[in-house]
Structures are given as C-alpha cells and as structure tokens.
C-alpha cells in the first residue's frame, strides 16, 4: 500500500503560479509511475500529468503543455506539479496517483483505471 498525501492548493489569481506536492508515505515513491489528474463536480476525472519512475519523462495533454511541469525526488518520496499561467479553468481539486505498473504513452497514463493508489486531493481555485 502506498499513502499519498497532496498539498500546495489554494485560492489564487488567473495568471498566478501555484506549486503542488505529493508525498508518498508507507511504502517508497521509487519505481512507482505516478501522476496528476484533476475534477470538478459533476465532471469526470482529467488527466493533468504523467511521470515516470526515474522521472526522465513526462506526459501532459495537449491543455497543460507550456504550462505546466511535473518532477519528483524519489530520495524525498515526494512528486511535484508546477502550474503557471493558471487560468479560471484549472479550478478543480487536484489528485495524486500511483501506479505500479509502467506505462509508456499519453493514452495508457491519462487513463485512470491503471493506477492503484490515490490520495484525497486538494483544492486550486482560481480567480478571475
């Protein structure tokens, strides 16, 4: 079992920067594919970023390129999401996943069902 534990939310501003972070705890973030999607109510889950176990590559869709980064230090156990430029459209509350399996494209890491482990979200409002 992996405990995933998100944080870095908040209410800011359209065009702001927000950093988000996601500690694993339980069980080592290393080796595991990781990844960030997002939801609002009443909408399904979006896929927002993918990571792989070294973190030598990254997935994003199409939305999210240029704007936002993911990277993680597996020494600290922990993933990151940097989101620039952000928009009032990227209000959502923000999931972190886990998965034990490799996945090797933007299809197999924005599906939602390939991941094992997730942890409870957290809030990105932003203002208009």
């Known amino acids: 079992q992996v405990q995933l534990v998100e944080s870095g939310g908040g209410l800011v501003q359209t065009g702001d920067s927000l950093r988000l972070s996601c500690v694993a705890s339980?069980?080592?973030?290393?080796?595991?594919?990781m990844a960030w999607f997002r939801q609002v109510p009443g909408k399904e889950r979006e896929f927002v970023a993918g990571?792989?176990?070294?973190?030598?590559?990254?997935y994003f869709p199409d939305p999210m390129k240029g704007r936002f980064t993911a990277s993680r230090d597996n020494a600290k156990d922990t993933m990151y999401l940097q989101m620039n430029s952000l928009k009032p459209e990227d209000t959502a509350v923000y999931y972190c996943?886990?998965?034990?399996?490799?996945?090797?494209?933007?299809?197999?890491?924005?599906?939602?069902?390939?991941?094992?482990?997730w942890g409870q979200g957290t809030q990105v409002t932003v203002s208009s």
């Open positions: 996943a886990a998965s034990d399996h490799i996945l090797y494209t933007t299809t197999e890491y924005q599906t939602d069902w390939r991941y094992d482990f």
């Open positions: 339980a069980r080592t973030l290393s080796g595991l594919t």
């Open positions: 990571i792989r176990w070294s973190g030598s590559d990254t």
